[in-house]
């Protein structure tokens, strides 16, 4: 059982999300591995983007319910 | 300094087979870099057709691309006065015609199947920053004392390194490849330490910039985003207005983030560079109100529009007593006293919330000289959001922390705050959620004492600004985020407008990305269907470290300013790098843009040689296994397999002042005295070598033993004189 998702925490990008904020080009990233590097500065709001840095693949804002932790 | 291998003229690496798309930028890029293109509108039309071929290269093309490539190549095939763009038209033309299927494979895969593309990819530090900063490259060059340079290359993808190198929230930091083997590179405190260097040096200066195209872009917001699309709009050649509501520039830099962590001087000495560029500022208007889209459009003359409006808004905590008793909220406060309002909020200060902007607050109102203050937050220490830095800084000021508190009611008298009513919480699991909530425990009410409230709860965007636009149902702006276009046609947004509160460095990366979509919306240049793949901007001879030397190096600590003097004054609390302190983590820096981490060389030492000498545990993102450098020379006997195998010239292996030594992106891994022919002294390479090759012969069942002390060439001859049978050593294959 998680909380939130904290900073510099290993994650994988494991589904498509059904947010509107998921677009087409997001479907290559499912499966990568990546580290969250801003989880939402303000409030701890499930809702909220966070920044992953995702390897070889760039830095993104993607919507938490793709994301899984990996430890 | 080892000069390592470097690529052929044409970008790519001989001993792999070519790639014509690669082929095609290296030629562009030549030709680009070369001046032979003297006319701007041929140079122009080139730099297009690079920034497609790009695309391609690195899997962002759509099916538009190539057609748009064939289209341009050909205007640049016409060109009326130049010979060398006809030349390189037809040279662009004839390639794409000729190998089209490996365009069209590279725009389908998004893959290289040769590798060529995938050789010259972007460090993970690279890739990882938001704006693309060719980080290897500028560490490499402060650790060489070439600050210009390394700001130059710094502001290719960034025209702000000064200000990101004391607030940016560093996600190269956390991909850098060197944590995995202990702590990452300082690369954001390098950065400042460059850019001051830099300033104080005179020679921080701005880009050649292109000659006046005569259209006009007009950018809403004088943020970070704003500024950003501003300055290499500005290169280009467009005429920028900039409108800003506030009297001066910077955005939340400047309104939001304190004195103490960013001086204000520093974001006016870089704005200072954009208004150099020719870039107006129309500050104290307020687009919407003072001035509207069809003012600006039909009596102006903008034809493109940015808005960088970032998320001015705050939530509310929508509770009792929070409208009659005049709280304040984070950012008002923050951007009152940076704007010249220093006032200490209370005596007793609270602070509602667990980011950084609560920290910002809460270490503000030390400053300012309030007798407490404390945060309250929601749930516990391990879930603030809040950067642990900070954090501790806080705690070092004498900021208190309240955690699982519940804010139930503000509470006060006469209109003055005299209370804060909350309730402990715990975190339990909710049906239907991973993740745990903080829920109040029922009786355990307290009341806080305090006589003013903060509340640091979070921002959200104004959607009174351009409601014509469409927004997400986090009500931001709604745009393509690779090209950041909205709805409205030749309308781009970028920042936390449209993600929300963020971070300067993602406003800084759409910043650039706006720029580069507004250039390609104007020019009817097909937009990318990716995301960017960052351009590495040099290829830098590697900084030569003994592996003793890079395994004992450790990451500086960032020397502070003396507590009692940040509990008292808002000057900067990082004190910042020395030099000696920058040049030795260049050397710490592992390279990554040249040593891609394939394995390669890892895989031909064990399984080809059966050596096993290469324990580059690093390697593996998810499970990084131990490295120590010093380990290598143990087993490794010198041969050069794994050089030989090295798709990137990363591992090398040289002969040098009678020592043969490898090196893995100048880290010196062995190093290992040469034996010479006895007869003619040529190298026959280090006694551990000789030696295993002496075994290997007497493993496949010879009984011959190899002469170890004179060389094949030699032994044939002397074989050829006394007509002995001779084994000469076996060639070492990867
Ligand atoms: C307290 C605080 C601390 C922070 N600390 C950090 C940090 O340490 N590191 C980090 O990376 N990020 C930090 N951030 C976040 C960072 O400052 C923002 O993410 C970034 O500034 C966003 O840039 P932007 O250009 O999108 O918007 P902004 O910086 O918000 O700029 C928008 C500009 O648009 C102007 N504007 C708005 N509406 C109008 C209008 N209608 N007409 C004209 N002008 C208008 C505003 O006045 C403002 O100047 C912090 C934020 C806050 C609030
Ligand atoms: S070690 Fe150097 S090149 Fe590698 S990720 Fe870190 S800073 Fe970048």
């Known amino acids: 059982m998680t909380t939130t998702f904290r900073r510099g925490q290993h994650v994988e990008v494991f589904q498509k999300s059904s947010d509107e904020s998921w677009e087409p080009y997001m479907d290559h990233f499912i499966g990568l591995h990546g580290i969250i590097v801003d989880p939402d500065t303000s409030i701890n709001d499930p809702s909220a983007l966070v920044e992953v840095s995702l390897e070889g693949k760039g830095t993104h804002r993607l919507p938490q319910d793709s994301l899984r932790a990996l430890e | 300094m080892t000069e390592s291998k470097t690529l052929n003229k044409n970008g790519q690496l001989s001993a792999y087979p070519p790639c014509p798309v690669n082929d095609a930028i290296a030629r562009l890029e030549g030709e680009i870099a070369g001046g032979a293109l003297s006319h701007p509108r041929s140079r122009r039309i080139a730099e297009e057709i690079r920034d497609l071929v790009n695309d391609v290269a690195w899997g962002r093309a759509g099916n538009d691309h190539l057609p748009a490539i064939e289209e341009l190549a050909g205007k640049l095939a016409a060109d009326p006065e130049l010979d060398a763009a006809r030349q390189l038209g037809k040279q662009v033309k004839n390639n794409l015609a000729e190998h089209r299927e490996v365009f069209e494979s590279h725009v389908e895969t998004r893959n290289c199947a040769t590798g060529a593309c995938t050789r010259l990819a972007p460090a993970p530090c690279q890739t990882a920053c938001p704006a693309g900063i060719d980080v290897p490259t500028y560490v490499t060059l402060i650790g060489m004392g070439r600050h210009a340079e390394a700001i130059d290359i710094i502001r290719k993808d960034n025209p702000f390194p000064w200000v990101c190198g004391l607030v940016c929230t560093r996600p190269c930091e956390f991909m850098c490849v060197r944590g995995r083997i202990d702590t990452s590179i300082s690369i954001k405190a390098m950065k400042a330490y460059a850019a001051e260097r830099a300033f104080s040096e005179g020679t921080y200066t701005n880009p050649p910039q292109a000659e006046p195209n005569g259209r006009k872009v007009c950018i809403v917001g004088a943020g970070p985003g704003g500024i950003t699309c501003a300055y290499y709009l500005a290169l280009k050649g467009y005429e920028v207005t900039v409108i800003e509501a506030l009297p001066t520039a910077g955005g939340m830099m400047l309104t939001g983030i304190p004195r103490y962590r960013l001086p204000r001087e520093v974001i006016d000495r870089e704005v200072a560079m954009m208004e150099d560029l020719g870039v107006q500022f129309r500050f104290g208007t307020f687009f919407g109100k003072d001035v509207t889209l069809e003012e600006l459009k039909e009596k102006e003359g903008f034809e493109a529009f940015f808005i960088a409006i970032g998320a001015q808004r705050c939530w509310n905590l929508d509770i009792p007593g929070e409208k ?21 909020p209370g005596r007793r200060v609270l602070i509602v919330g667990g980011g950084n902007v609560a920290i ?16 309250a937050y929601r749930r516990s220490r391990d879930e603030m959001p809040a950067d642990v830095e900070e954090v501790e800084q806080a705690e070092e000021e004498g900021v208190h922390f309240e955690f699982l508190t519940i804010p139930v009611a503000i509470l006060g008298e006469n209109g003055k705050i005299t209370g804060f009513h909350c309730q402990h919480a715990e975190l339990v699991a909710r049906e239907g959620s991973s993740r745990l ?8 009410d307290f009341i806080m004492d305090c006589d003013q409230v903060i509340t640091a709860i979070g921002q959200r965007v104004d959607d009174e600004v351009f409601p014509e636009l469409k927004r997400t149902r986090r009500n931001t702006i709604e745009v393509n985020t690779v090209s950041m276009d909205t709805d409205i046609p030749g309308v781009f947004s970028a920042g936390d407008a449209v993600i929300g509160p963020a971070t300067v460095v993602e406003a800084i990366g759409g910043g650039k990305r706006a720029a580069e979509g507004i250039d390609r919306w104007f020019n009817h240049i097909p937009q990318p269907k990716m995301p960017p793949v960052p351009v590495r901007r040099r290829r830098l001879e590697c900084i030569e470290v003994p592996a003793a030397t890079k395994m004992t190096l450790k990451r500086p600590e960032m020397p502070h300013l003396a507590p009692e003097r940040r509990k008292t004054t808002f000057q900067q609390v990082e004190l910042g790098l020395d030099e000696h302190a920058v040049h030795d983590e260049a050397r710490r820096c592992l390279r990554c843009d040249i040593c891609l981490r394939c394995g390669k060389c890892i895989e031909v030492c064990r399984d080809k040689m059966d050596i096993d000498a290469l324990k580059l545990g690093y390697f593996d993102f998810d499970h990084p296994v131990k490295t120590d450098f010093r380990k290598i020379a143990d087993r ?20 040098r002042d009678g020592e043969r030594i490898l090196s893995l992106c100048g880290t010196i891994l062995n190093r290992q005295p040469l034996v010479h022919c006895r007869e003619c002294g040529a190298i026959m390479g280090p006694r551990k070598y000789l030696d295993f090759v002496q075994k290997r012969v007497q493993r496949v069942g010879s009984d011959i033993r190899i002469t170890r002390d004179t060389c094949d060439n030699c032994l044939r001859k002397k074989s050829a004189v006394s007509g002995a049978e001779i084994t000469t050593s076996p060639k070492i294959e990867g």
């Open chain 2, 324 to 344: 009659e008793f005049a709280n304040i909220k984070a950012i008002h406060f923050l951007r009152d006293m940076a704007l010249g309002i220093r006032r200490r």
């Open chain 2, 360 to 375: 910002d607050a809460a270490r503000s109102c030390i400053r300012l000289g309030c007798e407490s203050v404390t945060i």
């Open chain 2, 437 to 444: 909530s903080p829920v109040p425990i029922e009786g355990s």
């Open chain 2, 636 to 655: 490794c006997i010198g041969c050069g397999a794994c050089a030989m195998n090295c798709p990137n010239h990363a591992m090398t292996i040289t002969d």
